[in-house]
């Protein structure tokens, strides 16, 4: 994701602070009732071999990733623009919300109004194809996919490497897009040593490797969580459930503030995109509710078989075999393991971990209404919950939208079907004389086309 969005240019673009400026989109204008949005695009946008980026481009974009053809995993991303959801499920003569006005100008079709649309044209799976790019079916086909981003392809070897250099027909001159070279596979730490690569994503047990002052920690919008299994019979008891949320302190599981996490009593983190309604919404958190003991009661808590995750299983069991009397047991497995379990419904509790796609509570919040989003691992149902967050989707004015987020929010903490542990913060080597990286709490990051090394 990181190399496609040097590559392909979204209709915003990351300014040097992080803002989402207008890139191929040189304006828009959204209509009364937040549906309706109309684009013009930058007429001096070109390709990397010199044609001109047209509306027909974006109108495919978003055909190609809805047809159920395919099957995109983003494809979901898409879902915010009318018809996009019944054409990627097959429902026959499913428009989709994309009109094409002219060369420049094109219109969208939402389903329901954006807090803050940016967010959205953001993601790598809006940035526009273009209509006629042969398909890439190896690596080395992807040289000749043209580019609309401040970089093109100038080497590629699988396994290897990826080089990138600038696009000599990006729209602005004053981009540096200086030269990138990603190295494939090896140990980060050991290639930022060597002085072969100048940035890196760093694990948090490779802090004690590496010079404290060449570590950037950049807060991401990510949660961690506790989650129940509600299919249970066991679980599917709100007391049970209570019992083993009072059990969780989220302070004693942070052991290495040096990482960035930070304890937390809500499910939607500290970040740029979340600030105002963390402002607006101060008393949310969960209400201890002294669940009682659950001597003998027999658990399973499924985790990635990380070594720092199955440690921090551990201290989470610990949690609950002290304060609630219940056996509880460590299920580590690969990602896909851990999955298979949480599909299947094998597993009492498991760790989970959202990064948001797009800045925003509703990306956190939406991810436990009960209408068969993947995110909603708990399986938990709750009617009410569904309402107020749809209402809240629909909403235009930030003051009624962060109250019925709000009011989400504390009844999904209320239910105990996931527990809020911690937020999370990125970590980076970065080279001391490289300048211009920008990191984003969501979404593709870090963007390299203003850095220079120096």
């Known amino acids: 994701m990181r190399i496609h969005a040097g590559l392909f240019e979204g209709l915003v673009r990351p300014a040097p602070d992080g803002d989402l400026r207008p890139a191929l989109a040189e304006g828009w204008r959204i209509d009364r009732s937040g549906r309706v949005v109309t684009v013009q695009l930058r007429r001096t946008a070109r390709w990397s071999d010199g044609r001109p980026v047209r509306s027909g481009d974006v109108a495919h974009t978003f055909l190609r990733g809805t047809d159920p053809a395919l099957g995109l995993r983003c494809a979901w991303q898409m879902y915010v623009l009318g018809g996009a959801r019944d054409r990627h499920q097959g429902v026959p003569g499913a428009a989709l919300g994309v009109d094409v006005l002219d060369e420049h100008t094109v219109r969208f079709h939402l389903e329901h109004p954006l807090a803050d649309i940016r967010e959205f044209w953001a993601l790598p799976a809006f940035a526009p194809l273009r209509e006629d790019a042969p398909p890439a079916r190896s690596p080395h086909d992807a040289l000749a996919v043209p580019a609309s981003g401040p970089f093109r392809y100038s080497a590629v070897d699988p396994g290897e490497r990826i080089e990138l250099e600038r696009n000599p027909y990006y729209w602005d001159d004053a981009m540096p897009a200086s030269p990138v070279r990603y190295v494939?596979?090896?140990?980060?730490?050991?290639?930022?040593?060597?002085?072969?690569?100048?940035?890196?994503?760093?694990?948090?047990?490779?802090?004690?490797?590496?010079?404290?002052?060449?570590?950037?920690?950049?807060?991401?919008?990510?949660?961690?969580?506790?989650?129940?299994?509600?299919?249970?019979?066991?679980?599917?008891?709100?007391?049970?459930?209570?019992?083993?949320?009072?059990?969780?302190?989220?302070?004693?599981?942070?052991?290495?503030?040096?990482?960035g996490a930070a304890p937390i009593g809500r499910l939607v983190p500290p970040s740029a995109g979340t600030r105002a309604y963390l402002r607006a919404s101060p008393r949310v958190a969960r209400r201890r509710r002294s669940g009682g003991r659950l001597d003998g009661v027999r658990l399973t808590l499924v985790c990635t078989d990380i070594r720092d995750r199955v440690a921090e299983a551990e201290r989470l069991a610990d949690q609950i075999r002290k304060r609630t009397g219940a056996s509880v047991e460590i299920d580590a497995r690969s990602y896909a393991g851990q999955y298979t379990a949480i599909r299947e419904g094998t597993y009492h509790l498991s760790i989970a971990s959202w990064r948001a796609?797009?800045?925003?509570?509703?990306?956190?919040?939406?991810?436990?209404?009960?209408?068969?989003?993947?995110?909603?691992?708990?399986?938990?149902?709750?009617?009410?919950?569904?309402?107020?967050?749809?209402?809240?989707?629909?909403?235009?004015?930030?003051?009624?939208?962060?109250?019925?987020?709000?009011?989400?929010?504390?009844?999904?903490?209320?239910?105990?079907?996931?527990v809020p542990l911690y937020s999370w913060s990125g970590l980076w080597l970065q080279r001391p004389g490289l300048t211009g990286v920008v990191h984003r709490a969501a979404g593709a990051s870090p963007d390299l086309r203003w850095a220079v090394r120096t």
């Open 184 to 259: 494939v596979g090896g140990d980060p730490v050991e290639l930022y040593a060597s002085g072969d690569i100048d940035l890196a994503p760093l694990e948090i047990r490779a802090l004690d490797e590496v010079d404290p002052a060449h570590v950037t920690r950049i807060p991401e919008a990510t949660v961690s969580y506790l989650v129940m299994n509600t299919r249970d019979d066991l679980l599917a008891d709100s007391g049970v459930r209570a019992a083993l949320a009072d059990a969780i302190d989220p302070e004693e599981l942070v052991t290495d503030t040096r990482s």
């Open 357 to 418: 796609d797009y800045d925003d509570p509703l990306a956190f919040l939406a991810e436990h209404v009960s209408d068969g989003v993947a995110g909603n691992q708990s399986k938990w149902s709750d009617a009410e919950y569904n309402r107020l967050v749809a209402a809240a989707r629909d909403e235009i004015g930030d003051a009624e939208r962060h109250s019925r987020l709000a009011a989400a929010e504390q009844r999904l903490l209320d239910h105990d079907a996931v």
